[in-house]
């Protein structure tokens, strides 16, 4: 039965030692194993209308990993039993970020990517992401399949593939230094603090600023699978501490990356938390006008009301599209996107990677400074001067079982009454997602990776934010 193991909205995850073992990661090795063997494969949409490059098994599969408990063992398993159906792997040598592996897939032409992470999940929690040939989240159709032969029976090869241990840092680092502006990244003159989060970003970032001589420093870079007790996502409280260094240190902007360092956010000289609504906006500012970019802009139906204003300022076409980076690919994959971004942090350019990058963000982030010489809390002042401001807040309630669709409809009833308002407008690209006539909203789903209600608003006022909020969580202890 593969009823156990199912990919969500960005691989599949389980909690170690009891989801997540090696008799099971080896089955979703035999898995993928059967999907790029399998003569269903070719008949795949990313193939056959939107023209990805197909590539048979022997141009192999590179396997990356985070620094979670054991992730180097569980991706010396997945290596092994791919090896074994005649399918040669690629490993990394080291700890790596995900886009890394990504990368990997496009610079050596294989077959597909292996990520073994949870990403910004709890520390008992690991996962396996897989990168497609065009190097971005597998699209459903692909992780669909792979579930699907999870247990059809596949013979073993008559002899073994081979296993070659790979840096896959290195070449990620050079892409990264060829992507952005050295000449200006030199001429940043603020100083700079970079949370890594114990995750495998750790060291990366910090290497390349201070190769050109930028004044940084590093928290939270050395190995703790543990992660010093705190989710490695990039979001309040858990950028506390980074905030409490940036005071400390006088220090003028602070970056943190996720776990596997595909997310990032952001703290400004106050210490004040930049969200990912901002930092999408302003890398949009950046690359229109400092870099004279033109393209659609995409991004997932929780991201606020800023790229929205600027796209309509700039006259350039925009998408919005359900949770998960996997949908803005679609995007990319069929017409071509400038920048694509959700809100968790994650924020993708297609001159780089059909995927989300944090260095690669952080470095644009840090060139915009440079080149506009404005500290982040100047910039994200600069951004409201048309249209704002905007207050966002997420909240996220633990459940003790998966949140029926069903009940989101009866929740939604319930707020109104609470409210005391009708909505100007409802939409149901994943979850429900109400918009009031003030340009406030709010959107209700369940989580894609973790057993959570996800609780997402934006209001033009602190007060409303908090209103709104405060009764939605009513709402939901009530149905």
């Not at 897989?130 to 073993?156: F, H």
């Not at 968790?344 to 952080?362: C, I, K, Q, T």
């Not at 401001?389 to 079982?401: A, N």
Request: proline share 6%; aromatic share 8%; glycine share 8%.
């Amino acid at each position: 039965m593969s009823g156990d193991i199912k990919f969500g909205t960005d691989g599949w995850r389980g909690v170690i030692a009891l989801d997540f073992t090696f008799e099971n990661v080896r089955r979703v090795a035999r898995g993928v194993a059967a999907y790029i063997t399998s003569e269903e494969r070719p008949k795949l949409k990313m193939y056959s209308l939107w023209k990805a490059p197909l590539r048979s098994f022997e141009s192999g599969v590179i396997i990356g990993y985070d620094r979670r408990f054991m992730s180097d063992e569980f991706a010396k398993a997945f290596a092994e039993e791919l090896a074994k159906y005649g399918i040669p792997s690629f490993l990394s040598k080291e700890a790596v970020p995900t886009p890394a592996v990504s990368y990997g897939v496009i610079s050596r032409k294989a077959a597909l990517g292996v990520m073994i992470t949870a990403s910004h999940n709890p520390p008992k929690y690991n996962g396996v992401k897989l990168k497609p040939e065009y190097g971005g989240p597998a699209l459903p159709e692909v992780t669909s399949l792979v579930e699907k032969l999870l247990d059809v029976d596949i013979r073993p090869a008559n002899k073994p593939a081979l296993i070659e241990m790979i840096d896959l840092k290195s070449e990620y680092v050079n892409a990264l230094k060829s992507k952005v502006s050295l000449s200006k990244l030199r001429s940043f003159s603020f100083r700079i603090i970079i949370d890594a989060m114990y995750g495998s970003g750790s060291n990366l970032l910090s290497e390349i600023l201070d190769s050109l001589g930028i004044k940084v420093e590093e928290i939270h870079a050395e190995i703790n699978p543990y992660f010093g007790g705190m989710h490695p996502e990039p979001i309040p409280p858990n950028t506390d501490e980074l905030s409490k260094v940036i005071l400390d240190r006088k220090s003028d902007v602070g970056i943190v990356l996720d776990g596997d360092a595909d997310r990032i956010g952001a703290v400004d000289e106050d210490g004040i938390f930049v969200n990912p609504h901002q930092i999408f906006a302003l890398l949009m500012k950046h690359l229109i006008e400092d870099r004279g970019k033109r393209g659609k802009i995409v991004w997932t139906c929780s991201l606020g009301r800023e790229p929205e204003k600027l796209a309509q300022l700039y006259g350039v076409e925009y998408c919005i599209t359900p949770v998960g980076f996997k949908h803005v690919c679609e995007h990319i994959l069929q017409d071509g996107v400038l920048l694509g971004g959700e809100e968790s942090g994650g924020f993708g350019y297609v001159e780089h990677l059909p995927e989300r990058d944090g260095s690669m963000s952080a470095l644009l982030l840090i060139e915009m400074m440079a080149e506009r010489k404005k500290t982040m809390k100047e910039l994200v002042k600069e951004l409201y001067k048309d249209f704002g401001p905007y207050y966002y807040r997420r909240i996220d309630l633990k459940l003790d079982h998966k949140f029926p669709s069903e009940k989101l409809i009866k929740l939604m009833d319930t707020i109104h009454d609470l409210l005391r308002e009708e909505p100007a407008k409802v939409e149901d690209i994943d979850g429900i997602k109400i918009h009031f006539s003030d340009e406030s909203w709010l959107l209700i789903r369940p989580s894609g990776t973790e057993p959570l209600l996800r609780l997402y608003a934006q209001a033009p006022s602190i007060e409303r934010l908090e209103n709104i909020l405060l009764k939605a969580k009513e709402a939901v202890l009530n149905v």
